[in-house]
């Protein structure tokens, strides 16, 4: 028999539950017809279905798991790179902030305002002067 993939345990749990619930739902349902060793019976055989439900659900986590392995060791690949780039991507967020103070000096300019000019230079330096995260 092939491996069961974690949808096929899945789907396996959904149907053994709705067994369980349909062998319970005929035990309960017609309870005065049965003896005390059938209901017994009925009962055993419920929860031995009922576990087989965690079982597979288990199992179908497990298989989820498994697949993952795969995709955490991308993930430790991607880090690593992701680390590796950080002061490119520092360095990119320094010239963003200083474009943008760059540009907030001129429209300043624009606007002929000294004071938000002198403000906006203020921000400018401050910009330019910031260490970048890495450098601290």
Same mark, same amino acid.
């Given at each position: ?21 349909? =062998?319970?739902? &005929?035990?309960? !349902?017609? *309870? ?8 017994? =019976?009925?009962?055993?055989?419920? *929860?031995?279905? =009922?576990? &087989? ?13 498994? !697949? ?53 230079? =203020?921000?400018?330096?401050?910009? *330019? ?8």
């Amino acid at each position: 028999m092939p491996e069961l993939t974690s949808g096929q345990a899945k789907d396996l749990a959904r149907q053994f539950l709705s067994l369980g619930q349909s =062998i319970n739902k &005929y035990r309960i !349902d017609n *309870w005065d017809n049965q003896t005390s060793e059938e209901r017994k =019976i009925l009962s055993d055989l419920h *929860w031995k279905i =009922i576990n &087989y439900v965690d079982d597979f659900t288990s199992l179908s986590t497990t298989l989820i798991l498994e !697949d993952a392995e795969g995709d955490l060791e991308n993930l430790q690949t991607v880090t690593t790179d992701i680390k590796k780039s950080v002061h490119r991507i520092e360095m990119v967020q320094k010239v963003i902030n200083v474009a943008a103070a760059v540009v907030a000096v001129g429209a300043a300019i624009v606007a002929r305002d000294p004071k938000t000019i002198g403000k906006e230079m =203020i921000g400018l330096s401050k910009a *330019w002067n910031e260490d970048l995260p890495s450098d601290k």
